[in-house]
């Protein structure tokens, strides 16, 4: 009985540990992240660089994020929040031409979609179409968010995006 109860122990310490093991390294990141869910963690690194004013080290992260939403939106195409993401990366690297192109593209499968219509609102005043960024605003009004609030205060000239 006791030789039972040690094995079923031993058994369960070794599941336990092999599971834990599977889903995640010392970092604790998954090594089977989806190219999307890769592309998300080089984006939020560019942030933190951009943050310090590092914009060499956030550009590289840029363009390693936007090859992997690139992959993304080729084996899972016409998916909002890849194309808002897509949107985001070509914009922070200058391309806004490109940038508009993944926002509006995300805009026709999700009209609504928060992140889209603030950061495609954000390249409006980047590029100096106010009455446009208005519009992204006008759509964000109900939303009670965080997303209404940044385009606001960007439109209104009393701050900079942060992203």
């Known amino acids: 009985m006791l030789r039972k109860i040690i094995i079923t122990f031993t058994l369960l310490i070794t599941l336990s540990t092999n599971l834990y093991a599977a889903g995640s390294t010392e970092s604790g990141s998954s090594k089977n992240k989806t190219n999307y869910e890769k592309a998300i963690i080089y984006i939020k690194s560019a942030k933190k660089f951009e943050k310090k004013n590092k914009i060499k080290k956030a550009n590289k992260k840029y363009e390693k994020a936007l090859k992997l939403l690139v992959k993304s939106n080729s084996e899972k195409p016409n998916q909002a929040d890849t194309l808002n993401y897509l949107g985001f990366t070509t914009r922070k690297l200058g391309d806004y031409e ?56 960007i439109i209104a000239g009393n701050k900079k995006s942060k992203y």
């Open 98 to 153: 490109n940038g508009e192109k993944y926002y509006l593209q995300g805009l026709s499968i999700e009209p609504k979609h928060k992140g889209i219509n603030e950061y495609l609102g954000e390249l409006y005043v980047a590029t100096n179409r106010i009455n446009l960024a208005k519009k992204r605003l006008e759509v964000l009004k109900d939303c009670n968010c965080e997303e209404f609030e940044e385009l606001k205060e």
